[in-house]
């Protein structure tokens, strides 16, 4: 029996052998055509970089969604995760000519778009893909990893398309174009850094997950320089994605610390005195944030025109100063008369 055993191990160990070689072989020969630029390619890339443009000049979230859909780069970049680790130069530069053609053509697209709509100016659309954060780095390497996933495992295929919403390059790209087309250099600038964010992270989330899932490749990753340098420049990222995270945090801090404030003047003002609370009524309050000190805007209806008076608007200031400390503000005090005419 121990005999038996013996000669069937080699035999099942060269069936797994070649069931491995033959998997390989076939995601070689499919990662090969995504690699080609083809009509279809060229049809797609055009069709998402109007949709996108369209959508991202309209402002509108829904259509710059469908261009995430219809977008078909996520194809070459796995494509180029995969040369790179079977290290096959050739390939490489295949699937990397066919990405630079589909941005090419997208930054030619949206230019145009930009240019012809002659809009003097950009949406929130736009402006939003101008300012990338490690959070989006964060979203790209995910991305990347689950999409390579979801490639060599054919039961997850369906959270491909989920996928291509996630993290996205053709609406950067045209948010790009627009910037361009209305010479907003500096917003261009951003745009492209996603871009970039997504790209190397796209990249070298699919090789992670291939180093990570197939065996073969895990030493290749390590071995490959062009790996290895694909994941250095993505970790150079770290250091602009970072400071834009540290001032987005700040910003954050600053508007929740802001409302905070202005929730307890609102309840001081109304409940704590009498000027504004009892006689008169508290219509909104502002915070001029951007003086120094910050000035608190109150607008109050009153039935008395010489109310509140500069001495009772002083007394409120010292009270506000005190009830805030150490925060410091400026009060000032809009008031509207309101005359009240009835029938004898």
């Excluded at 990347?144 to 993290?167: C, D, F, K, N, P």
Aim: overall charge positive; some cysteine; glycine content about 8%.
């Amino acid at each position: 029996m121990h005999l038996e055993n013996t000669e069937t191990q080699p035999g099942s160990r060269l069936d797994d052998d070649g069931s491995k070689a033959r998997r390989l072989e076939r995601l070689r020969r499919d990662f090969l055509a995504d690699a080609r630029f083809s009509q279809v390619f060229a049809v797609l890339t055009v069709g998402s970089s109007l949709i996108a443009s369209f959508g991202l000049l309209a402002d509108s979230a829904a259509v710059v969604i469908g261009a995430m859909v219809v977008a078909p780069w996520m194809q070459p970049l796995q494509a180029m995760a995969f040369q790179v680790l079977q290290g096959s130069v050739v390939d490489l530069l295949r699937a990397l000519r066919t990405l630079l053609l589909g941005v090419l053509i997208a930054v030619g697209v949206s230019v145009s778009v930009g240019w012809l709509s002659g809009l003097p100016n950009v949406g929130g659309e736009v402006l939003g893909r101008t300012n990338p954060t490690l959070l989006d780095l964060g979203v790209a390497l995910t991305a990347g990893s689950t999409a390579m996933y979801a490639r060599l495992r054919q039961e997850a295929i369906s959270a491909l398309a989920g996928l291509a919403i996630a993290v996205a390059l053709v609406p950067p790209i045209c948010a790009m174009g627009l910037c361009v087309s209305i010479r907003e250099l500096a917003l261009a600038g951003g745009a492209w850094l996603l871009f970039l964010t997504n790209l190397l992270g796209i990249l070298s989330g699919g090789m992670l997950a291939l180093g990570l899932l197939e065996p073969s490749f895990r030493r290749r990753l390590l071995a490959s320089r062009l790996g290895l340098t694909s994941l250095a420049l993505t970790a150079l990222l770290v250091v602009p994605l970072g400071n834009s995270f540290l001032r987005l945090l700040g910003e954050t801090r600053r508007r929740a610390e802001a409302q905070r404030i202005e929730s307890l003047l609102v309840k001081s003002l109304r409940n704590e005195t009498i000027t504004l609370g009892l006689e008169s009524e508290l219509e909104s309050i502002n915070i001029r944030w951007n003086e120094h000190p910050p000035v608190v805007v109150a607008r109050v209806n009153v039935n008395d025109p010489d109310l509140p008076s500069v001495k009772q608007v002083t007394a409120v200031q010292a009270f506000i100063n005190r009830r805030l400390a150490p925060h410091t503000f400026r009060l000032v005090v809009q008031r509207t008369a309101i005359a009240v005419i009835a029938p004898q």
